[in-house]
């Protein structure tokens, strides 16, 4: 199961343990097992009567965990914490986005896992931080959006709050964790011991600010909401066609000229309010609208390959349909194929990274509830006799 097409996996040597829920954490998890990593989903026993089908086959689930196995444990139970011990001795990262109260009560806290295994690095994601005044406040992606300041800037002027149209925290929190687990492991190659690492969505919000933060703690000045204008840039926007909108980014000297002679407009090269960036940024009114009104002349496909032919980003605004059908996209491999046992054959989406001679591809459906339970328990040593009383008394 580690192996694709005959060639080793980057994280194939690599034993996760996933005690995540939601987004952010799965997310992480998903990282390191679309690259190799035998990655152990633990979930808790399913209550008797509990209807959890309908969500785990749902599309969200079935693209959060892909390539992971799967198995039920109580961890509340001394046997169910005892298999736990078990894997920890044998894994090389846990990977969690509990509260710091819930890792204390059921003795997940790094130092008790380092205690079991030295060698474990633990990953973790909280709302706001493990420690400090909102240590113990819950938080989702969106309440991150408008505490870290993203909502302030996102929208039409004068429109109110707008927040991101997908979970940017989430996603971003997780991809950094999994980049802070590589640092732990390869650290760990030299010193040959474990290390906690973390992040959280409002520290990883505060960082998307980028430029926008920067300006405030070099300048101090605020950011507003802009709309579709970059904050800074002009021309560079969603632009009117005559069968839609386009994105066009032409905002530096050389890049300004070429788009002059795509429109056939060198005057404006010239113009007092539009031959400089800061002069177009100052009038950035009257220069889209003078911009809108050549492109609304013509259709989109016939701006984008002109603007392509002269060098200038630029592109369509595409639907998620229309996404998914664009031939970069899929020569990209980005809609993966997934064959699973319930659902037949479906897609979910490819990862984004890449690796020289390594084929992306989806190894493992996602699993159904504790469906490598019995596996994984064999190869931590239990007979199936002990599986079986560990059955029998609600471990697993």
């Known amino acids: 199961m580690q192996q694709t097409n005959g060639n080793k996996l980057p994280l194939s040597d690599i034993v996760v343990l996933d005690l995540t829920l939601a987004r952010a954490g799965p997310t992480c998890s998903r990282h390191l097992a679309d690259w190799g990593a035998n990655v152990i989903r633990i979930e808790p026993p399913v209550p008797a009567g509990e209807d959890v089908v309908g969500r785990r086959h749902g599309s969200d689930f079935q693209n959060l965990h892909r390539n992971k196995r799967a198995i039920q444990l109580d961890l509340k139970s001394p046997d169910g914490y005892a298999v736990f011990k078990k894997l920890v001795e044998r894994a090389d990262v846990v990977v969690e986005n509990m509260r710091p109260q819930v890792k204390g009560r059921l003795k997940m806290t790094y130092d008790e896992l380092k205690a079991i295994n030295p060698k474990i690095v633990m990953g973790s994601i909280s709302g706001f931080g493990q420690d400090g005044p909102y240590a113990t406040k819950g938080g989702v992606d969106q309440i991150a959006q408008g505490m870290g300041g993203l909502m302030s800037i996102t ?7 707008l927040r991101v149209g997908i979970p940017i925290n989430d996603l971003v929190a997780g991809s950094l964790l999994a980049l802070s687990i590589m640092m732990a492991l390869f650290e760990r190659n030299t010193t040959g011991q474990g290390r906690w690492v973390y992040t959280s969505l ?15 703690l070099m300048k101090g000045e605020v950011a507003g909401q802009t709309g579709n204008d970059h904050p800074t840039m002009t021309p560079s926007s969603v632009y009117p066609t005559a069968d839609g909108f386009i994105n066009l980014a032409a905002s530096s000297g050389r890049l300004f000229e070429r788009l002059c002679e795509v429109c056939e407009k060198p005057e404006w090269l010239t113009h007092p309010q539009f031959g400089k960036l800061t002069d177009r940024t100052a009038n950035r009114p009257a ?8 492109l609304m002349t013509k259709p989109s496909a016939h701006w984008v390959e002109k603007l392509d032919e002269a060098g200038i980003p630029a592109g369509p605004i595409n639907t998620i349909d229309k996404v998914f059908a664009d031939p970069q996209v899929q020569h990209l491999g980005l809609a993966a194929s997934l064959k699973s046992g319930a659902l037949g054959e479906t897609k979910v989406v490819g990862s984004p990274l890449n690796f020289l001679g390594v084929k992306k591809e989806i190894r493992l459906p996602t699993p159904e509830a504790g469906e490598h339970s019995d596996e994984v328990l064999t190869w931590l040593g239990y007979s199936k006799a002990e599986i079986e009383r560990l059955r029998g008394v609600g471990a697993i």
Request: net charge negative; aromatic share 14%; proline share 7%.
């Open 287 to 294: 220069f889209n609208a003078a911009l809108s009104e050549v």
């Open 155 to 161: 929208g039409i002027p004068g429109n109110g709050p």
């Open 202 to 216: 409002l520290e990883t919000q505060v960082f998307l600010l980028d430029f926008q933060a920067s300006r405030y």
